[in-house]
């Protein structure tokens, strides 16, 4: 019952803050922006990325349409969702030291840790609500004005997935993208338990992101060797659905080493948290 | 009677700096406990251990004979408390601020919630966010807050900091109200003594993290030297007139422009008859306790 009403608590400061929107409002500005620019470019958008295929091939008809802009659109779950996110979950603890409330909640009768789990649990929260946002604004509305029709994806070679086996895929894809993006939100929320300020959760976990994404990239042989154990390299277990066929023990694979990232950085938290002095 | 709030040998230290030594203080049910010091001299560190929001480096604090270290819950269960300035989340009513609170208290009735905010003259702005409240309707909003459970044990810090002289009298008649019309047991911390003095029964004194006195306020009051200070025309008249009075004045000095004899007040108004009858013009008469003279020192060498 403590546990129901601390969530219930900590969900009404985290919704009913404007900063939670924020990221909402820019999705609802930029998804539809983009949507409509790329409606009126049409297939030149489409040509763009095969003309080097087509000196191969010879396509029939457009392949552009609403799921190509939406699979597109889902690039932005590398850098720009992340943001958005960690803007939320680093000022869920450092936000309460800011405001000094720490001194409202912390000298309750209720367990330190109980206030944590309602508190990660509420980014979580907010993570799957967010990403579910934009997964339903960015397919919706990429269907409305573009339709359906064969899924065009350019992942080591060239697949076409026909217009009726792709939707599942788009739904299993933002449940896969909401997992990497509890990560994040989970290791935004480490920094803000020991900061007094939601500017560095922020700071921190994009920094370790695009370094880490760097890392990813270069081709130098040390890196290399500690590729597969960097959770950046499993955060795009949603592209995993994309493929035919699906390789469900890789997505499995990267889904354990994000959750276990998850755990590590919730847990160092927490130990963060409930020994903490509060001296704001 | 058994306490309700004990700390023994309290003690923090902050890197090389020690907040507090090892504290020892009793409140006994009923009481209006008076938690007195200097700016810096370790009220809030020892408040915030009391209500576990830090750890202590030594020593423990029992409430209600059970330990905040160990009994957390169960220890603070039947205690209300503000420590240093009232913060709010702001961008809330009021209604949903104490919601939240309630939520951390177990849950409590909506119309709990309208009570406390009568009962500290905010029903009528209930419903409109913090961030349009003045500090005076904040620090009552926090008192508001620390009721909300119906604790036995009301913690105060500073209460009536930044409060005007009607916001601040309006604070302590709530303190008295809580303490003999609601029967709740008061810890006020506060580094002004007449403010102690209108409101407690009991009292302790701590500076740079020690105690330095405990006990009743009207005994820490009455005991010890009564001084009083004479401020008037001509200076050496004053003092050559009380020093020939052995038997009402046990010592005169000249400090700067005042006389200070030290002396039962009772003597006061003998003692202005003989000098206005010897041509004196007196400007003042000041009764000093030593506690205040005491406290006074404190704080001086606090500033400085």
Not at chain 2, 133 to 144: D, V, Y
Request: charged share 20%; proline share 3%.
């Amino acid at each position: 019952m403590t546990m129901i009403l601390l969530l219930r608590a900590e969900c009404i400061k985290t919704f009913l803050k404007k900063r939670t929107y924020l990221g909402f409002l820019i999705i609802l500005l930029v998804v539809p922006l983009v949507e409509i620019a790329m409606k009126i470019e049409g297939g030149r958008f489409t040509g763009a990325s095969l003309r080097s295929l087509q000196q191969d091939f010879f396509f029939v008809g457009s392949l552009f349409n609403g799921w190509i802009v939406a699979h597109q659109l889902m690039n932005s779950l590398w850098v720009h969702i992340p943001l958005l996110i960690s803007f939320v979950a680093g000022d869920q603890l450092a936000g309460e030291a800011t405001a000094g409330t720490y001194r409202l909640l912390l000298i309750r009768p209720v367990s330190r840790t109980r206030i944590f789990f309602a508190k990660y649990l509420t980014t979580l929260v907010y993570t799957i609500v967010f990403v579910g946002f934009l997964g339903a604004l960015s397919v919706g509305l990429a269907l409305i004005l573009m339709g359906t029709g064969d899924l065009l994806v350019f992942r080591d070679g060239i697949l076409i997935l026909p217009a009726s086996d792709v939707a599942w895929r788009f739904f299993a894809a933002y449940i896969l993208a909401g997992w990497s993006m509890a990560t994040i939100a989970t290791i935004a929320f480490f920094f803000s338990s020991f900061v007094e300020n939601a500017i560095g959760p922020i700071v921190a976990t994009m920094g370790i992101l695009i370094v880490l994404l760097i890392v990813g990239v270069l081709p130098v042989e040390l890196f290399e060797a500690v590729r597969p154990y960097l959770f950046t390299s499993h955060l795009n277990i949603w592209m995993g659905v994309f493929a035919d066929p699906v390789d469900w023990s890789d997505i499995l694979r990267s889904l354990a080493w994000l959750s276990g990232y998850s755990a590590a950085f919730a847990a160092a938290a927490w130990m963060i948290f409930v020994r903490k002095d509060i001296l704001t | 009677m058994s306490a309700i709030l004990q700390t023994f040998n309290l003690s923090k230290t902050f890197r090389e700096r020690t907040a507090v030594r090892n504290l020892n203080l009793e409140v006994l049910p009923g009481d209006v406990f008076g938690f007195l010091g200097p700016n810096g001299a370790g009220k809030s560190t020892t408040i915030r251990m009391m209500l576990s929001l830090i750890r202590p480096s030594a020593g423990d604090v029992r409430l209600f004979g059970r330990s905040v270290l160990t009994e957390r819950s169960h220890a603070l269960a039947r205690v209300g408390g503000i420590v240093e300035k009232p913060d709010f989340y702001l961008y809330l009513s009021a209604v949903r601020n104490l919601e939240i609170i309630g939520a951390l208290c177990g849950g409590v009735k909506r119309s709990r919630i309208f009570e406390v905010l009568e009962l500290v003259g905010l029903r009528e702005r209930a419903l409109d966010k913090v961030k349009t409240f003045s500090h005076g309707m904040k620090q009552r909003l926090g008192i508001a807050q620390a009721l909300l459970n119906d604790p036995e044990l009301v913690v105060l810090d500073e209460p009536t900091s930044g409060l005007d002289p009607q916001g601040m009298k309006e604070i302590r008649e709530l303190i008295k109200h809580l303490a003999r019309e609601r029967g709740k047991t008061v810890f006020l911390s506060s580094h002004l003594l007449p403010e102690i003095e209108l409101v407690a029964n009991r009292m302790a004194i701590i500076h740079k993290g020690d105690l330095v006195v405990q006990g009743s306020v009207a005994d820490l009051l009455e005991s010890g030297e009564q001084k009083v200070v004479f401020r008037g025309t001509p200076l050496n008249r004053i003092r050559r007139l009380l020093a020939a009075r052995k038997t009402l004045v046990r010592a005169v000095r000249r400090v700067g422009t005042e006389i200070h004899a030290t002396m039962e007040f009772r003597h006061i108004p003998d003692l202005v008859k003989i000098l206005v009858r010897n041509g004196v013009k007196l400007e003042a008469v000041i009764p000093r306790r030593s506690l205040e003279d005491f406290f006074l020192s404190m704080t001086e060498s606090s500033a400085a």
